[in-house]
């Protein structure tokens, strides 16, 4: 009986063990299965468009911050926000200064339970987007070279893909790959601190990015 008792203590002891770890690999393996996921990115954006003139290219250095919920258990769809912060590259813009950043509301959905890697989708809409040029410049057009600031805004849409590695229980490197579809127009224009120029029409503003950072689970 003591024997009988030992051996079925065992083989309990062995399926606790393979219970554990079925429990850490999907920690360590699927990071979104969190209630609440918070990532920082750092990367690179390149965009194409019209500003004031001729279409030309851009590029910038870009920090994102988000936070997103996972409502409903078992289901792989989570909603959230991002905050980019962007420096362009003035030389692009013949500028002295260019700064940019943008909001974002997020729906995220990812393929649940795939070895090593979690891939996931996620949309975005601009909810407000600004980019400040700091230049100087002929801004009214007589040929006099003016510090100025010329204030824009953006409107649109980003698709972004990526993967997700678990490092540590509900925390893993995340790499992304994304698309922006995008408006964007001069609000104003203001010389020594006096508006010389207001709204102008808005032009397409194309972009994508790529992105390294981590992503921690709650």
């Known amino acids: 009986?003591?024997?009988?008792?030992?051996?079925?203590?065992?083989?309990?002891?062995?399926?606790?063990?393979?219970?554990?770890?079925?429990?850490?690999?999907?920690?360590f393996q699927t990071p979104a299965m969190a209630l609440v996921n918070a990532q920082v990115t750092y990367g690179q954006r390149k965009a194409s468009g019209k500003i004031g003139g001729a279409s030309d290219n851009y590029a910038a250095s870009e920090y994102a911050a988000?936070?997103?919920?996972?409502?409903?258990?078992?289901?792989?769809?989570?909603?959230g926000a991002t905050m980019f912060v962007q420096n362009w590259n003035k030389d692009d813009f013949e500028a002295t200064k260019v700064t940019g950043s943008e909001l974002t509301l997020d729906a995220k959905a990812w393929v649940p339970m795939v070895p090593v890697i979690t891939p996931y989708a996620k949309f975005s809409y601009v909810l407000t987007g600004a980019m400040l040029v700091e230049a100087n410049a002929d801004w009214t057009g007589d040929?006099?070279?003016?510090?100025?600031?010329?204030?824009?805004?953006?409107?649109?849409?980003?698709?972004?893909?990526?993967?997700?590695?678990?490092?540590?229980?509900l925390?893993?490197?995340?790499?992304?790959?994304?698309?922006?579809?995008?408006?964007?127009?001069?609000?104003?224009?203001?010389?020594?601190?006096?508006?010389?120029?207001?709204?102008?029409?808005?032009?397409?503003?194309?972009?994508?990015?790529?992105?390294?950072?981590?992503?921690?689970?709650?």
């Open 66 to 79: 988000s936070a997103s919920v996972d409502p409903i258990p078992l289901v792989p769809v989570a909603f």
């Open 171 to 218: 925390v893993s490197a995340v790499v992304e790959v994304g698309m922006g579809t995008e408006k964007i127009k001069t609000d104003e224009v203001k010389v020594g601190g006096v508006k010389v120029s207001s709204a102008g029409s808005a032009n397409d503003w194309k972009s994508n990015s790529v992105s390294l950072g981590v992503n921690v689970g709650f």
């Open 143 to 169: 040929g006099t070279v003016s510090a100025g600031k010329q204030t824009l805004s953006l409107t649109g849409t980003h698709l972004t893909f990526g993967a997700q590695y678990g490092i540590l229980p």
């Open 1 to 27: 009986m003591k024997l009988e008792t030992t051996h079925a203590s065992r083989i309990t002891s062995k399926n606790l063990l393979a219970t554990g770890a079925i429990v850490a690999a999907i920690l």
